[in-house]
């Protein structure tokens, strides 16, 4: 993909300096509007405007929507009045909703002039959803079908309205009051006799969502039920808007960024690295690093009072990191298994047990190895003496166990009082492991060593 | 979801005690396949044949293909052949597949003897395909049009075949020798008036992956082009199969967990957590563990190497840990950025200099930050001498430059060589930090302290 885009620029940027629009506007017409987006991206920003007056109308909007924030102001910015309209007039509801979110205010308000007054109406109250719920992210450009009306009657309605409609794969059937009361897919109404009555047709066993639900469990239901989109109704069962599997799928991957931003003490953000500005990742990555910064003060005091057993055995001092790491890495394997899993709704509060008690013996296991290791590896690398590697090994069993079990057990307790459990992955956990693992290890070296 | 459905698995079990058979057959065809296979884990097992020969055929099918392994595998060994075979009919080719690849032998053996010849032929074929390509994920299942056939002979032809397809939503167009020369979706199908070519409708210019692509890819292609179904093609641009969206979705949340596994030191299983045993969880979990223990030798050594020096100021053993904590956190903030962009296509080896050049600048905002805090902190605790202070603060502000420089450039080199960049993450940052910080440590303490 990488080397098709830059082959096609050359050629585009040649063709612009000789002006040749019409074999231009025939290139651009074979792109995709994604790579569209991507190539504009990369060409001289001089030169857009004129390229973008160069696309169809329909591919231009295709295109805009998938371009990123910044290209897009400058794009818009660029456009008379007539222009912005144009493009306005092309987008899909939710992707108008988007853009107004996106831009400054001033843009906005430009957006806005420009728009009919209905899809004013329409953005306002969109607005008006939550951010991250089924209302703002859905659109309310579906197909919308009646019990009573015959199946080639639905076809004809189709004909007439679907141009606008964001897909026409799935029709939702709803009543004189608008409560929605069956779905039905285009499959259903090609396969079936032309007379046949939507209600004989549909599924009445609709699964839909509240506008209020959060993006993530919409996110989930996709990917649990393989639809193409789901409906959203609002507190009267009535069907306000539809999620389509696009935008479902880019929820799944802003939240799998989110979580693994999370898991490495980042605070998460919307843009792409690359976009984003020196100061905002240092904004987003510095409160973790302090707090952790500052909680180490905990482990310092431990080893500072332990200083005397220290520094009768040096091979005592020089074992810390090890421990500490070891520790740190149990923790977060199983805090990380654990917080993925509840994410992915295949572990819930209910199962506590059954994790703890798994991990339980996962730790014993991976403690008692990783101890004989370490026991034979200190004895014949001539390390320690056999008393000493032995103080190591048993601590390093009873910190494994003790990681395995604070690292299931916190992403747990976290969801269970309403907090994000990905917070509770490897920084935070190494830090609770660190102090209690020294803790442990030195009170195993006071009773063995008897120091 | 889950009040749902421990509500209704209580009516069926009084249902089934009552032999109500009818009832139990309306109830359960109400019900969504997914929520039947969830059901199916919950309900006493000894039930289960009993209940899934209630199940309209369709529904069947559909429920089977949403179980997991262990309980097929149950209900085939129940089936008489005949019911095995009307479920294979029912199935997708995929699924078939799907199936196939998790069956023991001898189950797949009994399988195969019940699907027809056709279908044993393309399974066979499809088994061919290498794990983890775009060929292993496809159906042979898509509607199939030629460039000369009308709009209303394409709708016909739906009609006629329309059934046994996977999706109808996107149809593609093939000519003679099978090259695959067109798109469209049911939408310009229905749009477009009876008479019309269908070579005048589709569109010419269609995306297609060959069938050895990586399941990464084509995953992230749904992502970025927003399609529903993606054709696959074999060396000859012959159509051979399509992907469709909701195989896609499992895809990208497979990859996503794979990388999130990868980062905290855990080989990737395909199962989810509480469906693997002790020992497997054990088994993917310890090589990390003991590798990267055994490497923590190194940072043992350099605390042995300096033990003079440490032994005339606790101090400086006692912030070992915070140090080491602080570059271990730095590098993974660093590297999960950097792995995730990489794995999204949103960073590329030509961004390197870029990358390194922001990471560079963050690092040193970053490491002032905390070196202030820490100087200060150390000083209002009584901690240390305003000297020692600022040799910790000194080696704070190296190391974090450091960590987020590694942080950065691994995951990029592994990618570059080849590596899955996700290995890159926290542990092997973490090891090699580690040893490099005390390294700057002990020799800033010697040149400022003059130990």
């Not at 959060?214 to 609002?234: C, G, H, I, N, R």
């Not at 910064?293 to 520094?311: K, N, R, Y």
Request: net charge negative; with cysteine; proline share 4%.
């Amino acid at each position: 993909m990488a080397d098709f885009t830059t082959t096609i620029e050359t050629t585009i940027e040649t063709l612009l300096e000789q002006k040749k629009y019409n074999s231009l506007r025939d290139i651009l017409s074979t792109i995709n509007p994604a790579d569209i987006a991507a190539l504009f991206e990369d060409l001289p920003h001089n030169k857009l405007p004129l390229l973008f007056r160069l696309l169809p109308k329909e591919l231009a909007a295709e295109s805009f929507v998938e371009m990123d924030g910044d290209l897009q102001e400058e794009l818009i910015r660029g456009f008379s009045d007539n222009e912005l309209k144009e493009v306005i007039d092309e987008l899909y509801l939710d992707d108008a909703v988007d853009l107004v979110e996106e831009m400054p205010a001033n843009v906005v308000k430009r957006i806005l002039t420009q728009a009919d007054a209905e899809t004013r109406r329409l953005i306002n109250e969109m607005l008006k959803y939550p951010e991250d719920s089924a209302g703002s992210i859905m659109t309310t450009e579906y197909v919308d079908l009646r019990p009573d009306m015959t199946v080639s009657e639905a076809i004809k309605h189709i004909r007439r309205t679907g141009i606008d409609k964001e897909t026409v794969n799935v029709c939702y059937v709803t009543d004189a009051s608008r409560n929605l009361t069956g779905v039905l897919s285009i499959r259903d109404l090609i396969l079936s006799s032309d007379d046949t009555e939507i209600a004989d047709v549909m599924s009445p066993n609709v699964i839909s969502v509240n506008t209020l639900e959060d993006q993530e469990t919409v996110a989930s239901m996709f990917a649990k039920y393989s639809f193409t989109a789901l409906p959203v109704v609002d507190g009267e069962n009535r069907l306000v808007g539809i999620v389509t599997v696009d935008d479902a799928i880019d929820v799944i991957q802003e939240e799998a960024t989110e979580d693994i931003e999370k898991m490495a003490a980042i605070t998460p953000s919307d843009k792409p690295y690359l976009k984003q500005s020196v100061f905002s990742i240092f904004k987003s990555r510095i409160p973790w690093l302090l707090l952790l910064m500052i909680s180490a003060t905990f482990t310092g005091a431990i080893i500072t009072h332990f200083e005397d057993s220290l520094s009768a055995y040096i091979v005592l001092v020089a074992s810390i990191p090890m421990l500490m790491d070891t520790g740190g890495n149990c923790g977060s394997q199983s805090s990380v298994t654990i917080i993925r899993g509840l994410s992915l709704h295949e572990i819930s509060f209910s199962d506590t047990l059954r994790v703890v008690w798994k991990e339980f013996r996962i730790s014993i296991l991976c403690g008692v190895t990783l101890a004989i290791v370490n026991f034979f590896k200190m004895l014949l690398l001539g390390q320690a003496t056999s008393l000493v590697a032995m103080v190591i090994s048993l601590t390093l069993i009873f910190t494994v166990i003790m990681s395995k079990m604070i690292g299931c057990l916190l992403p747990i307790a976290a969801k269970r009082i309403g907090f994000d459990p990905a917070v509770m992955a490897s920084p935070i956990i190494t830090t609770v492991v660190d102090a209690m693992s020294l803790l442990i290890y030195f009170e195993i070296a006071r009773a063995i060593l008897k120091i």
